[in-house]
């Protein structure tokens, strides 16, 4: 969009006994630039929101369209290649399962995400993941102190859809002992991992508690950097209740 604006500029000119001011108008172009999204249906728009609510943009890259760990496929490359069926079956039960913290794996979904969002997420992706207005992850800010970018980054990479706001857990998780997904909040985990090296180690190496299907904590070690994972174990220390 390209819009004319009228600059007014007083230039003072000195005369020899008095003062005037001459007003001279000035004519300038100004390009205004908007992102380019597409208008898509009710469902595509759907799945671009939980694209990035479940973090899926922070592995597989903003769109699919990669460049975030070579361990994670471009989606917006491959996506399309894959049956809604065999889409689902990956989101639900995961796929890659690796030891190594470097390389990221698909966790299991199974039991965080509803059918109706995995079969918005299938249409996104079949749609091409085009960019969709407002269909953004968190933005952090990092100037503003590690608890603040902790806060954001828990958000930005998901960690608030397993272990809920606040660190308060609540998500199920049958085959594990307990049969819930871990909070962050209360004494048995401070007493686990007391430490901030402890709760970096453990999100940058993940866990797997229980039997398949679980729903297991994903590592992040090729994916957060270091400041991050910094921050994000500032921030869940202050979820600490008693």
Known sequence: MTRRLLALIAVGLATA???STKTVTVTTTVQ???PQTTKVSDQVAE???YFNQFACAQCHGPNGGGGISNSVPPLKAIGKAFSAQQLRTIIDHGLGASAN???PYMP???QVISARQVNALVAYIHAGLPAVAGATPQAVQSDQGPVVEGAQLYVRYGCVNCHGPNGLGGVPNP???DKTIPPLSGADFFSQFHTNQKIIEVIRTGSVLGKAPIVSMPHWGGILSARELHALAEYIKTLRRG
């Open 101 to 103: 913290p470097t390389k």
């Open 17 to 19: 006994g008095c003062g």
């Open 175 to 177: 085959q594990s002992q």
């Open 108 to 110: 299991v979904w199974g």
């Open 47 to 49: 799945g671009a929101h």
């Open 32 to 34: 205004a630039t908007t």
